[in-house]
């Protein structure tokens, strides 16, 4: 595994770093202002008119979907390696994702979809969320229980006839606070006494069906991450067609590791993206203050700081680069393990950097006039969604204790 990108990785690097030259970074102020205009006005949750009028914009430049490594009526098909870079540069601003459709949790779910979903599905619902007509969110993590134990779920699933009932109680439902949020896909339990892992089910629901009640945005570290959000959601005898199953009852637990397969390492590439900005920041900033005679910058601490953030970075990007060549090589499936590897390397480098990058900012760091703070509670966050550390932990020593079994075992001759 190199780490030379192709010819066509660069040429639309190229071609997306001048897109956020001339049109995402001359607007962050602006998107700023916008959502907290519309705070302060009494509704946080309003489309950002800076997305909506950049998003045109690179659809007619052909930087759209991105994110899908399968393509679908003419979108997507760029592999994973491919789109590692490009999705890195957009976890330099955290919004911006959006702008070329390519943000969590629409980019999980349309691969869900595109993956699992029947040719109805997926003209129903995949088709409007390619266009990015509508947004769409993930339900799946309840307040009740442990939810990086998926088995753990306590939402129903009961058929009645034609219909399933959904009863339940989720939160951080990502994306649900949005009022373009049409479509859920909801985890829960079909069969309680089935197999553990054959328990689950996941199902499409319409945001407007009755039974389903937004209750709150939920924040996080203080963040209410307007106007996308973070939800909570009961769903109180939801009644949707039989057809809306995905895949079929039983199936869920299945379909969630391959969505959250490349949803991980979507988040991981974002935060090198984050990371690699916040080192510029931590350079700039150090340059420009003076403390006890000499800039920050000839200060020792900060040279080591310096050098272990550009050590960090380059380790966890040629982590990701090696995942995404797995899964595009062997399937996300095979590629388990240095999905969990990166999974814990990357969010938690960049936290650090992050870090230290408030840490050289002073007062500053911390407080609402740069973008730091904000970077910090996501990259925080990075480290619990899509799976713990400790979950992905444990998956990576199972799996190379059981590559040493399996090389200690004794030959049958």
Known sequence: MTADYSTKTRDLLQRLTAFFDQHIYPNEERYLREVDANRRAGNAWIPSKVIDELKPIAQREGMWNLFLPHPYEGQGGISNLDYAPLCELMGRVMWSGEVFNCSAPDTGNME??????????????????????????????EPAVASSDATNIQCTIRREGDEYVINGRKWFSSGAGNPRCAIFIVMGKTDTEAPRHAQQSMVLVPRDTPGVTVVRPLTVFGYDDAPHGHMEVTLENVRV????????EGRGFEIAQGRLGPGRIHHCM?????????????????????????????QSIWHERIAESRCMIDQARLLTLDAAHRMDTVGNK??????????????????????WAIQAHGAAGVSAD???????????????????DEVHRNAIAKIEIAKRAALRAPRVV
């Not at 090198?272 to 931590?282: D, F, N, Q, V």
């Open 112 to 141: 869900t979809l595109e993956r699992y979903a029947t040719d109805a599905q997926k003209q129903r619902w995949l088709k409007p969320l390619l266009a990015g007509e509508i947004r769409s969110a993930f339900l799946m993590t």
């Open 241 to 248: 067609p039989v057809d809306n199953i995905l895949l079929g």
């Open 270 to 298: 974002r935060s090198i993206g984050a990371a690699e900005r916040a080192l510029e920041s931590m350079i700039d900033r150090l340059a420009d203050r003076v403390a006890f005679g000499k800039a920050l910058s000839e």
């Open 334 to 355: 095979e590629a388990r393990s240095e999905i969990a590897m990166i999974k814990v390397v990357a969010p938690n480098m960049s936290c650090k950097v992050v870090d």
């Open 370 to 388: 740069f973008w730091l703070a904000d970077a910090y509670a996501q990259q925080r966050t990075v480290r619990i969604v899509d799976g713990p």
